[in-house]
């Protein structure tokens, strides 16, 4: 892996991010840093870029042009194989709609990541009902995403994006569909993980509550970042 001059304070670094879907740049060249243990929100009105920037961030799409660098690191020097490696251990992801297998049940479903990236079985699942018993679903484990509750299942899919102790969790709109109880339950979830593990979240949210308890807000529209406030 390439390495960059990036300031070693910063887990991640993005650095002039282009990227266009036929004739539309949804991203017009965007520097943006992630500091490490951090809690970063995206937020700004529909069609401002911010999902296509997190996939970019996340390695889920590649850009047209600019850096992306990991720890100083320039991830897109990777071929595909070696990238998707790097993402199956280093990144987290969190989706509004869980994307939990439906066929498997929720302890299956959390080890998937550490099962693909080759981790022994016994130690995959010994690790799994670790983050399941964290996070109070414990008499849960056995059961099928359709056997639980929304908040339920939304939590399981947080314990998957920590199975392989990654860099960074990306949360894509993660209480988008949720109730107001289960929303602000995972709010605090967020922030418990970061005092205790020291894990950092970059959050795409129209959620205000969310973006206002922050760490650091990132403001977007058009493509371009407009704005980045700091919580005081």
Same mark, same amino acid.
């Given at each position: 892996?390439?390495?960059?001059?990036?300031?070693?304070?910063? %887990?991640?670094? +993005?650095?002039?991010?282009?990227?266009?879907?036929?004739?539309? !740049?949804?991203?017009?060249?965007?520097?943006?840093?992630?500091?490490?243990?951090?809690?970063?929100?995206?937020?700004?009105? &529909?069609?401002?870029?911010?999902?296509?920037?997190?996939?970019?961030?996340?390695?889920?799409?590649?850009?047209?042009?600019?850096?992306?660098?990991? $720890?100083?690191? @320039?991830?897109? &020097?990777?071929?595909?194989?070696?990238? $998707?490696?790097?993402?199956?251990?280093?990144?987290?992801?969190?989706? =509004?709609?869980?994307?939990?297998?439906?066929?498997?049940?929720? +302890? !299956?479903?959390?080890?998937?990541?550490?099962?693909?990236?080759?981790?022994?079985?016994?130690?995959?699942?010994?690790?799994?009902?670790? %983050?399941? !018993?964290?996070?109070?679903?414990?008499?849960?484990?056995? *059961?099928?995403?359709? =056997?639980?509750?929304?908040? !339920?299942? =939304?939590?399981?899919?947080?314990?998957?994006?920590?199975?392989?102790?990654?860099?960074?969790?990306?949360? @894509?709109?993660?209480?988008?569909?949720?109730?107001? *109880?289960?929303?602000?339950?995972?709010?605090? %979830?967020?922030?418990? +993980?970061?005092?205790?593990?020291?894990?950092?979240?970059?959050?795409?949210? *129209?959620?205000?509550?969310?973006?206002?308890?922050?760490?650091?807000?990132?403001?977007?529209? @058009?493509?371009?970042?407009?704005?980045? &406030?700091?919580?005081?």
């Amino acid at each position: 892996m390439n390495e960059t001059n990036g300031n070693p304070g910063n %887990l991640i670094s +993005l650095r002039d991010i282009h990227k266009n879907f036929d004739r539309l !740049e949804v991203i017009r060249g965007v520097d943006l840093d992630v500091r490490k243990g951090e809690v970063m929100s995206i937020v700004g009105p &529909s069609g401002a870029g911010k999902t296509t920037l997190l996939q970019i961030m996340g390695t889920l799409d590649r850009p047209d042009s600019g850096l992306v660098s990991y $720890a100083g690191d @320039d991830v897109f &020097s990777l071929n595909d194989r070696k990238l $998707a490696r790097f993402r199956n251990r280093r990144i987290g992801f969190v989706f =509004q709609f869980h994307q939990l297998l439906p066929e498997f049940s929720m +302890l !299956e479903n959390v080890a998937m990541p550490a099962l693909i990236g080759g981790f022994p079985r016994e130690e995959a699942f010994a690790h799994a009902r670790e %983050l399941i !018993e964290y996070l109070g679903l414990k008499g849960r484990a056995d *059961h099928r995403p359709a =056997q639980l509750s929304g908040g !339920e299942r =939304q939590r399981a899919a947080v314990a998957r994006a920590l199975m392989n102790r990654p860099d960074v969790v990306l949360a @894509d709109e993660p209480s988008g569909s949720l109730d107001t *109880h289960n929303r602000m339950e995972l709010h605090k %979830l967020f922030f418990d +993980l970061r005092s205790d593990m020291g894990q950092t979240f970059v959050i795409v949210t *129209h959620d205000e509550s969310l973006a206002a308890d922050s760490d650091r807000v990132v403001h977007m529209t @058009d493509g371009v970042i407009t704005e980045i &406030s700091e919580r005081k």
